[in-house]
């Protein structure tokens, strides 16, 4: 089946830190991966995705490496802001069209 | 620019109580979603569709109904509310199957049941 496991949060960093939160994915097939951001008291904005096998998405100083043999999908921000506190989604789509979303990972960051 | 657009943004429902989560887009797209989010559980979901006239259950469809008349609007029922549908509800739309697969989310629904 499709699944994807995303580390535990809550994750709370010192302003310009480095960020990883990890994410790994189980699916048949070739899905595409994406990286979705919920800020307080709106709904999901994607931030970052990637389509085939060592496909880098980068968006706002995120990055995440798409690696099959690794069948993870990390994201990293090597400085982070404190308008970067969120809650950071890792999901998959598969065939059907179906998205699944980890758990999320909340993020906060102090100046 | 609206995108996908929800109502209402907060509800508070009785035990037993009916009501429609109401969602439409504008982007023409052909599939549309509902998810519910629980605090630590991610996201749900609840029913999709992949176009006007077409619907299929999730993950966690029951106490729920949808349909979807047109290709615009993709309204959620609860028939007989019950506390374990206190949740936060998003609506979802996506072009379908290729590179721009990305779902486009609505802000969402915050719905208490007592």
């Known amino acids: 089946g499709n699944s994807v496991t995303q580390m535990e949060g809550p994750v709370t960093l010192s302003e310009e830190a480095f960020l990883t939160i990890n994410c790994t994915y189980t699916?048949?097939?070739?899905?595409?991966l994406f990286w979705y951001v919920q800020y307080p008291g709106e709904g999901l904005q994607l931030l970052l995705k990637a389509t085939k096998a060592d496909d880098k998405g980068s968006n706002k100083g995120f990055e995440a490496t798409y690696r099959k043999e690794t069948t993870s999908f990390h994201l990293e921000k090597g400085s982070v802001q404190v308008s970067d506190s969120a809650v950071y989604f890792c999901?998959?789509?598969?065939?059907?069209?179906?998205?699944?979303f980890g758990t999320g990972t909340s993020l906060t960051v102090i100046p | 620019n609206a995108g996908v657009t929800q109502t209402p943004k907060f509800r508070i429902l009785k035990i037993g109580q009916s009501m429609t989560l109401q969602c439409t887009q504008d982007m023409n797209h052909n599939y549309m979603y509902w998810y519910r989010q629980d605090p630590g559980m991610g996201l749900k979901l609840i029913y999709y569709s992949v176009g006007a006239g077409i619907t299929d259950k999730g993950e966690v469809p029951n106490g729920y109904n949808v349909s979807r008349s047109t290709t615009e609007d993709f309204p959620l029922r609860l028939e007989l509310a019950a506390p374990s549908q206190t949740s936060v509800y998003f609506c979802?739309?996506?072009w379908g199957q290729g590179l721009n697969t990305e779902a486009f989310f609505g802000q969402g629904t915050r719905l208490t049941v007592v």
């Open positions: 699916a048949t097939g070739y899905p595409s």
């Open positions: 979802a739309s996506s």
């Open positions: 999901a998959l789509e598969n065939t059907g069209n179906q998205f699944y």
